[in-house]
């Protein structure tokens, strides 16, 4: 900053001079500038960052999304798979196997509370 001088004259033409100098000799707003350029970098790399974060979160968002479906049609294979009436028409008809009859069939006691 620039130094302000000051005259003033009294009644006996005696001239004074006062000199207000800056207190840090005007080094403060060069360092305000400063901090205020290196401020506005830290904003614009923190979006940037934040900007490429959040893309990569929708892009793990969609896959997540993918493998759930692909999870769903894996249940639903599975359970068509084990249906029932699916592994019986599979051992009749590969394995030939067939139910007993009622006199074949012969119950084993000594267990539990029935026995």
């Given at each position: 900053m620039l130094g302000i001088k000051q005259r003033s004259t009294n009644k006996k033409n005696y001239t004074a001079e006062v000199e207000i100098v800056a207190p840090i000799g005007g080094a403060i707003v060069p360092l305000l500038i400063l901090l205020v350029?290196?401020?506005?970098?830290a904003?614009?790399?923190?979006?940037?960052k934040s900007r490429k974060l959040f893309g990569q979160l929708q892009d793990l968002r969609r896959e997540a999304m993918l493998l759930e479906e692909d999870w769903g049609r894996l249940l639903l294979e599975q359970s068509t798979w084990a249906s029932p009436d699916r592994v019986q028409d599979m051992a009749i008809q590969k394995l030939k196997m067939q139910a007993p009859k009622a006199r074949e069939v012969k119950m084993v006691g000594g267990y539990g509370k029935a026995g």
């Open positions: 350029l290196i401020s506005c970098v904003v614009i790399q923190s979006s940037h």
